[in-house]
């Protein structure tokens, strides 16, 4: 899941607090799952402006609505009209979401209410950590299941560097040094070997950014479609 | 372009010693040409760091040219920390081109180990990859397998750490030392040794290679220095005998400088060498080579 993290309410308030009307717009997906922007945060968010407006003095018309999810446009359909109530969108949802509210309600304000960090897992309750960034070539199948990408503080995919201490990171010795966990899964699956493969360098021509996927299947019918008319 | 005097140093088999140039933050250099001109002819080589432990100073290309002429011999220190495959193949082609023949490939630190934590960390090639374009270069071609307008000579070192603690860090140490090899590195340094029996452990299983390994040496100042390798630096472990001694002498430096001599001793007939960072104490490296009987 896309993992999100909400902003401070310090500056959630700053990006509001000259609006007259502000509809907070939660997605009900991965931020939801990783309790940052679904729907209890909607709600918790939007409690917690309206008291500080009051607090403040100022009369903000604060709305709340959630979506399945803001990566999707026809998702949009049943907020659009409710949507036109207020001045800006003050979306919980990944960055990605945050954009697609711009685009949809044009010429609506987005305005993000989350910092988005990472794709990740849920580790424990409250606790989730980064596991792919997106290389657009995954090695995972050579490296035990572990990616060198992401674990590794630098990216390392010919071996650790020299600064592995305890199992540990030269990053921080709150984080284990990816190589080490690399070996010993490769270890458990008897395939140590695999360490052997020959050099690797990374390519980062599919990294160029915007990244874009078409499935041939969708892009088919349409050419047809567009042919026919 | 004569061979590489550090090439040749170790075809004569020769004891071979090297010493270590940290470039300053500035463009003063009086201190750097002090230093290299008290190096010379005392060591075979010396390393000129690369933004050592990620901190913004003059470069070590820069140097490694001044170094040329001033009639010493350097070895370029290149890391991957800073610069993308192209910046990596163009700054080897100009190094060429100052006179530069030794280039000591490393991964390098995290920029949040040192005074720009907010830098992009590029890591674009690692240590391996970066040996086996150095190799392609003096093959005559780049890493795209495009020829090059006249070739590199590059004699291409390597770093290991025999000090990693745990089963896992150590037999990755000795793989990632072959990957080396087989991109083209003719020798190493290691990390900052203190304990000659676990080299020795290394050495044993480092031997089959047949790739000169020059042991890396740490004069100790002090035994706060000492405490804080320990806790710090990875793959170093002072024994307490060693702090035990420092912390009691009276004259600290004189004991740390006789401590790193006789370690020396006790390693020369491990390895073919030894490389000595004297870490601010660059002026008396002289000593300690006279000291170790070199
Ligand atoms: S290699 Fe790592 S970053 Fe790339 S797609 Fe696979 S998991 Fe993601
Ligand atoms: S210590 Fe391990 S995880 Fe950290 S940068 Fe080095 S190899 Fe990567």
Redesign the interface.
Known sequence: MIVGERKTFEQIWDSIKDLKSVLVLGCGTCVAVCQAGGEKEVGLLAAELRMKSQLAGVTIKIGEATIERQCDREFFDAIKDKAKEYEAILSMACGAGVQYCAEVLEPMRSIPALDTRFIGVTEAQGNWAERCRACGNCVLADYGGICPMTIC???????????????KC??SQEKD?A??LI??RL?KQNRLVD??KV????D?SKQTHPGRYINEVYLKPRMEEKSAQ | MPNSKLKQAFESKKFVVTAEAGPLKGTDITELELVAKLLKDKVDAVNVTDQQSSVMRLGSLAVSHLLVGWGIEPIYQVTC?DRNRIALQSDLLSAAVLGIQNVLSL????P??GDHPQAK?V???????LL?VIQGLNEGKD?MGNPLVGKTDFFAGA???PG???E??Y???I??M??KI??GAKYFQT?AIYDPGLFEKFMKRAEQYKVPVLAGVIPLKSAGMAKFMNKN???VNVPQDMIDKISQAEDKTKTGLEMCSDLIKQLKPLCQGVHIMAIGWEKKVPQIIEAAGL
């Open positions: 503080a630098k990216s390392l995919v010919n071996g650790p560097c020299g600064g592995s201490k305890n199992g030269e990053a040094c190589w080490v070996y010993n270890k360490l052997n050099l690797t360098v990374k980062y | 920390r991964t390098g630190d995290l949040s180990s960390p890591y674009d090639l690692d240590s391996v990859s086996s890493m770093v290991v750490n990693a603690d745990t896992a860090a037999e990755l140490q793989l990632k072959e990957k087989a991109a990390q630096v990875a793959g």
